[in-house]
Nanobody, 126 residues
């Protein structure tokens, strides 16, 4: 089992920035991956960004590329999602996720991820 603890959500005006953090209780195999999904009211949970721990490869949803940056801290088993240029459509509950068996094609769908955090609310006002 892997426990995930998120922090950093809040209310921000359009154009502003927020930084989300997620700490994992442990890392597992070489295929260990951490990422973020978000869910707006009445919508499906959607992929935001992910990072392969071994090698550091990152993946981003098209609508956040150039605005969001995912980074990691090996000593803390933590990932950080720096969100700049926030838009009202970025509003939602952001969930941290982790998995240790994902193949690349499975990264982009929430149904394939095993471990989830509680979620943190991000609200962007216009």
């Amino acid at each position: 089992q892997v426990q995930l603890a998120e922090s950093g959500g809040g209310l921000v005006q359009a154009g502003g920035s927020l930084r989300l953090a997620c700490v994992a209780s442990r890392r597992t195999q070489n295929r260990f991956t951490m990422g973020w999904f978000r869910q707006a009211p009445g919508k499906e949970r959607e992929f935001v960004a992910a990072l392969r721990w071994s090698g550091g490869t990152t993946y981003y949803a098209d609508d956040v590329k150039g605005r969001f940056t995912l980074s990691k801290d090996n000593t803390k088993n933590a990932v950080y999602l720096q969100m700049n240029g926030l838009k009202p459509e970025d509003t939602g509950v952001y969930y941290c996720a982790a998995d240790d068996r994902l193949i690349q094609s499975s990264i982009f769908s929430h149904i394939h991820w095993d471990y989830w955090g509680q979620g943190t609310q991000v609200t962007v006002s216009s």
